[in-house]
């Protein structure tokens, strides 16, 4: 039985969805194609029809979900508030312990690191575009100028969130989450100073 174009397109999609979802739970290197396919409710046969390789689907799920994020971002209040929400919501308790929910950055940058160009690239993109619209809430007036400032805040709040998923001592994790967002905040509060600064 032959199947549309939509039908090809939703079901490559089913599979980046379920694709982004194990890798942020179990990594790269621990999901197999396999289980990549079974989590989409298809045979191995199937995979070849939407993808070259592992490494393409790993860098099309990378992609996908920075996007949905960046997305997630365009729903929340517009302004601080909503950057403020994101902030409070990605260090939480809940964020922590739901990786396969949560930040692909989180989940696999040490991994992303270790992938191919393609990947990389990806990853760069995706990342670049979220960091622009987070400065551009940050700093609506000059977004440049708060772009290296919300990296330094993103990268601290990937950092934190993987400490805290690393540590056996639940009550350490909770107060390296509590003081993770207390930096992130008062780095926010500078960004905002200095966009003050440069009007």
Not at 55 to 71: F, I, K, N, P, Y
Not at 75 to 91: D, F, I, S, T
Not at 100 to 113: F, H, Q, R, T, V
Not at 177 to 193: I, P, Q
């Amino acid at each position: 039985m032959r199947y549309g174009k939509e039908h090809k397109q939703a079901t490559r999609q089913r599979i980046i969805e379920a694709a982004g979802r194990r890798l942020k739970t179990d990594g790269i290197d621990g999901s197999g194609v396999a289980t990549l396919m079974t989590d989409a409710g298809l045979t191995n046969g199937a995979f070849y029809a939407h993808f070259e390789s592992k490494d393409d689907l790993v860098a099309t799920a990378v992609s996908h979900e920075l996007q949905a994020q960046r997305e997630s971002l365009g729903e929340l209040p517009p302004g601080r508030a909503g950057v403020e929400h994101l902030v409070r919501e990605y260090l939480s308790v809940g964020h922590r312990d739901n990786p396969g929910l949560g930040c692909p950055s989180a989940a696999l940058l040490d991994e992303i690191g270790r992938c191919t160009d393609a990947t990389k690239e990806a990853y760069t993109e995706g990342l670049v575009a979220f960091i622009e619209d987070f400065a551009a809430r940050l700093a609506p007036h000059d977004p440049r100028s708060a772009r290296a400032r919300v990296l330094s805040i993103y990268a601290g709040m990937i950092g934190t969130l993987q400490l805290s998923r690393a540590l056996a001592d639940r009550k350490l994790a909770d107060e390296v989450l509590e003081e993770g967002l207390r930096n992130a905040l008062t780095l926010m509060s500078g960004a905002d100073e200095g966009a003050a600064e440069s009007d």
